[in-house]
């Protein structure tokens, strides 16, 4: 089987905000604890799937943040007719 040559390697995906939350993802990459600890040792397709489960991730995130944004946005402001209800 050939194997083919990787011109360039994976870029670490780290940005420096190394923090992490209960379950041991960090804040600044999204990678787990052993993704972190481990991403010098792994092959160029593990490297590839830690960032695509990254991406996921992310994703995830942002569904998260919208749905949350969505319930809040609320305009209290708003003048509530309420004549029906009395």
Known sequence: MNQQFELFEIA?????????????????????????????????????????????RKLRIEQMRQRKGEQLGFDFEEDVEMGELF
């Open 12 to 56: 670490n995906p780290c940005i420096g905000l190394c923090q992490s939350n209960k379950k041991g993802y960090c804040f600044g990459c999204l990678r787990s604890r052993t993704e972190r600890q481990l991403w010098h040792d792994m092959t160029t397709e593990q490297q590839r799937e830690v960032l695509r489960l990254i991406a996921g």
